[in-house]
């Protein structure tokens, strides 16, 4: 895939606030790249910089190879949907999907054939003459979408566009978007803080915090192979222990060594590693290595969370076993439910 975006050393100061620290990204041509992290993370920051809305301290944001960073929004291919949709509540749905080409003056025949193109596109076919005020939140969020994409812009910008939904809507658009990416053909670049809906729709994740990207990566990888503690702790759940590497394969935590599937690091190196919940295993105690006593069991619908609090610490288990609260047992996981992590301190 050819690299569509290129940011470059990007910062930016608001006042004596820096939010953005050398933001060095590739977004690549038909990509899903969603942009996660905690409130005041920079995530909208770096969104409305690659709109045009907001000018880099320093940096550069190239396009197609181009430095764009002083073009103006309408200058450049893109186009945005925000959480608020901010469609026009005098103008009906087709209008409101129209008014871009309208502005451009572009022949009423082709409107027409564009308009319904999208209204198939985004499922309100049959909604053209309706009251945009009269609409679901999910509809309205289609009618921005789709007077976003009738433009025909390189890259479509999501500022948390689900946001405003409720959770059973809210994964139903996820699906949506994910499709209507795949049919348009164009890189999306997606912001939230919602794990889930990273994780659910993207090809690639970029977690930030504090004006830093920590890591990008798949999905698989960004979970399976979490970079730090911020990252480990900020998708999904994690158990999180210092140990130490003893040597390539073989880590020591919690006074015990174990086999894992981790290299590289240096011999007797101080790392952290995370074991997430539904890796481990309650067991006999006499089958495992770490043991404890069960003090807490909540029931979350499709598994049982547990705390089980060892001499060391207290591990969070999901699972479909139930073990009855004050009951002793061992926690069970495999080399490869180990993931070894440089330490980097707390974030």
Same mark, same amino acid.
């Given at each position: 895939m050819?690299?569509?975006?290129?940011?470059?050393?990007?910062?930016?100061?608001?006042?004596?606030?820096?939010?953005?620290?050398?933001?060095?990204?590739?977004?690549?041509?038909?990509?899903?790249?969603?942009?996660?992290?905690p409130s005041g993370c920079g995530k909208t920051?770096?969104?409305?910089?690659?709109a045009g809305f907001e000018e880099p301290s320093g940096g550069e944001v190239l396009f197609d190879g181009i430095e764009i960073s002083k073009l103006p929004?309408?200058?450049?291919?893109?186009?945005?949907?925000?959480?608020?949709?901010?469609?026009?509540?005098h103008l009906n749905v087709a209008e409101n999907i129209a008014f871009g080409?309208?502005?451009?003056?572009?022949?009423?025949?082709?409107?027409?054939?564009k308009v319904g193109k999208m209204l198939k596109m985004v499922g309100l076919e049959g909604f053209e003459k309706r009251d945009v005020t009269l609409l679901s939140g999910g509809q309205q969020q289609r009618?921005?979408?789709?007077?976003?994409?009738?433009?025909?812009?390189?890259?479509l910008l999501l500022d948390e566009p689900l946001g405003a939904l409720d959770a059973k809507i809210r994964k139903q658009m996820q699906i949506e978007l994910k499709k209507i990416q795949q049919e348009v053909g164009i890189t999306f670049i997606y912001v939230t803080h919602d794990q889930e809906e990273a994780l659910s729709m993207s090809d690639t994740v970029v977690v930030? +915090?504090?004006?830093?990207?920590?890591? %990008? *990566?798949?999905?698989?990888? /960004?979970?399976?192979?979490?970079? +730090?503690?911020?990252?480990?702790?900020? %998708? *999904?759940?994690?158990?999180? /222990?210092?140990?130490?590497?003893?040597?390539?394969?073989?880590?020591?935590?919690? *006074?015990?060594q174990f086999e894992c599937v981790d290299k590289g690091f240096e011999d007797n190196e101080e790392i952290e590693v995370v074991l997430r919940p539904e890796d481990l295993d309650i067991v006999e105690p006499?089958?495992?290595?770490?043991?404890?006593?069960?003090?807490?069991?909540?029931?979350?619908?499709v598994h049982y969370e547990i705390l089980v609090e060892t001499e060391n610490r207290i591990y969070k288990v999901q699972t479909t076993d139930y073990a009855e609260a004050g009951r002793e047992v061992g926690l069970k996981f495999g080399p490869e439910d180990i993931h070894v992590m440089y330490r980097m301190g707390a974030y």
């Open positions: 050819n690299k569509l975006i290129q940011l470059k050393n990007l910062t930016k100061n608001f006042d004596d606030q820096q939010v953005l620290r050398g933001i060095n990204l590739d977004i690549y041509e038909n990509e899903f790249l969603t942009l996660l992290g920051t770096t969104l409305r910089i690659i929004p309408y200058k450049r291919e893109v186009n945005t949907v925000f959480q608020k949709y901010a469609l026009f509540p080409l309208n502005l451009k003056k572009v022949e009423k025949s082709v409107i027409d054939q009618v921005a979408i789709a007077r976003a994409l009738v433009n025909e812009p390189k890259v930030m +915090n504090n004006g830093e990207i920590q890591q %990008i *990566g798949s999905p698989t990888d /960004i979970y399976n192979e979490p970079e +730090n503690r911020f990252v480990a702790g900020f %998708i *999904g759940e994690s158990n999180i /222990i210092e140990g130490i590497m003893i040597h390539d394969y073989l880590v020591e935590f919690d *006074g015990f006499q089958d495992a290595k770490i043991t404890g006593v069960v003090k807490n069991i909540t029931f979350k619908g």
